[in-house]
């Protein structure tokens, strides 16, 4: 190791002061720490001049996580190795070597974030199949509001893969867009108070159609919510989890299924059919924060036609390609 006899004295006072009986460190994390700070030593001869571990500003330490994050070294990494950076320079501070830190302030890169299950067209086409005529024919009144909850359920779990809604998004959502969606376009009010408009794909719209016929009968006077719970009120959004969850398993899904689920299905489905980001970003409501890609609005009449051409459940087939939608 190329560093100064000095600096290594002090390196080493370090790493006892870790392995003392009050720092409670293992050998494992000790260790760890003095690999980090050899990889620290080494870029700083070798990229900055053989700067001093004492004499480094944010800059160089930035440097230093950049170099890591280049060389593939995964985030979790990356921190541990900042972790190990403060920790010498609280140590050097406490020994009066340095009056600041300099590796306060600097982050990390963010980790990737698991992305949610989707759910393959096989997996859809059992949650979101509709019972036969026949069996949907009851007459007591019991298993007539059990079909018309099924009814409501089918509808909201349609419209939240069809348009890639979010959970407070869908039981947001009032009367007064029904006549839209009757035109193939629903709008919400998203994170931020932000509106926007998305497209409703015709079975979709078909569901909901349903879900209107029987409505009423469980809605309570003047209540405007599209979507009422058996109570008569505004949905709440555990009910929504509960049903969309057990419905999943009733019909023979294995994994626990959320709303975020069918929304995230909705993305990867466009996305893998259209190659279009920019189209599914805006339809699921996305701000792009990062300083490298600039936020890009495109006009509905594109969304729409992506949208039209790429989503699974857009249109029906065959025999209702050439059906108009309503507009009453």
């Known amino acids: 190791m190329l560093k100064s006899e000095l600096e290594s004295e002090w390196l080493s006072?370090?790493?006892?002061?870790?392995?003392?009986?009050?720092r409670g460190l293992s050998q494992h994390t000790i260790a760890a720490y003095r690999r980090d700070l050899d990889n620290f030593c080494n870029y700083l001869i070798k990229s900055e001049n053989g700067l001093k571990v004492i004499e480094c500003s944010s800059n160089?330490?930035?440097?230093?996580?950049?170099?890591r994050h280049r060389l593939g070294i995964g985030s979790r990494s990356i921190q541990r190795n900042l972790s190990a950076i403060r920790s010498l320079y609280i140590y050097f501070i406490r020994e009066q070597l340095m009056?600041?830190?300099?590796?306060?302030?600097?982050?990390?890169?963010?980790?990737?974030?698991?992305?949610?299950?989707?759910?393959?067209?096989?997996?859809l086409e059992s949650l979101l199949h509709y019972p036969s005529s026949e069996s949907?024919?009851?007459?007591?009144n019991g298993e007539s509001n059990l079909e018309h909850l099924l009814l409501r359920d089918l509808a909201m779990f349609e419209l939240l893969y069809s348009?890639?809604?979010?959970l407070a998004e869908l039981a947001r959502i009032d009367l007064d867009v029904v006549n839209s969606i009757h035109s193939g376009i629903v709008r919400v009010l998203g994170k931020g108070n932000k509106e926007r408009e998305?497209?409703?794909g015709e079975k979709a719209q078909l569901a909901i159609e349903r879900w209107l016929e029987v409505r009423d009968e469980l809605a309570d006077d003047g209540e405007q919510a599209l979507f009422v719970s058996k109570r008569g009120g505004r949905i709440?959004?555990?009910?929504?989890?509960?049903?969309?969850?057990?419905?999943?398993?009733?019909?023979?899904?294995?994994?626990?299924?959320h709303p975020h689920i069918l929304r995230h299905s909705f993305a990867t489905h466009i996305l893998e059919s259209s190659g279009n980001l920019r189209a599914v970003q805006e339809m699921l409501g996305h701000e792009n924060i990062t300083t490298t890609q600039v936020y890009t609005n495109l006009d509905f009449q594109h969304l729409a036609?992506?949208?039209?051409?790429a989503h699974p459940r857009a249109q029906i087939k065959a025999q209702k390609s050439n059906k108009k939608p309503r507009r009453d």
């Open 99 to 123: 009056d600041h830190n300099p590796a306060v302030g600097v982050l990390s890169p963010k980790g990737e974030r698991p992305l949610p299950s989707t759910l393959d067209a096989d997996q």
């Open 236 to 257: 709440a959004h555990r009910t929504i989890q509960q049903r969309l969850d057990k419905i999943g398993k009733d019909r023979g899904l294995e994994s626990h299924i």
């Open 305 to 309: 036609a992506v949208y039209d051409k």
């Open 163 to 166: 348009s890639g809604l979010r």
């Open 60 to 67: 160089q330490i930035r440097g230093f996580v950049a170099h």
């Open 198 to 200: 998305v497209p409703v």
């Open 136 to 140: 949907t024919s009851k007459s007591s």
């Open 13 to 22: 006072k370090f790493i006892e002061h870790l392995g003392a009986a009050e």
